[in-house]
């Protein structure tokens, strides 16, 4: 089955409630919205990133990755 509409923008629109939204003032969108909730593919990934969101974050090791890196310092 395609799909018309690029799923891309969905991560973006997922807190629209936090960000004091409603959607069902936007009855395109959430018809969109609801079509890529529901793809089996958007539910494979949100659920593979459960595991992800509940580790614990080393943040020495993630601040080296982000800011300390240089052409000489990555490793092939």
């Known amino acids: 089955m395609g799909y018309p509409l690029s799923p891309s923008p969905y991560p ?3 807190p629209y409630q936090r960000q004091s939204q ?3 003032d936007f009855p395109h ?3 969109w919205f609801e079509t890529i909730k529901n793809r089996p ?3 494979r990934a949100y659920e ?3 595991a992800f969101q509940n580790q614990a974050l080393d943040i ?3 601040r080296d990755l982000l800011f300390n890196q ?3 310092t990555i490793q092939h």
Do not use: F, G, M, Y
Request: aromatic share 4%.
């Open 12 to 14: 973006w629109i997922v």
């Open 22 to 24: 409603k959607l069902e």
């Open 29 to 31: 969108l959430q018809r």
């Open 41 to 43: 593919a958007t539910i």
């Open 48 to 50: 593979k990133a459960e």
């Open 60 to 62: 020495e090791k993630s």
């Open 70 to 72: 240089s052409a000489n």
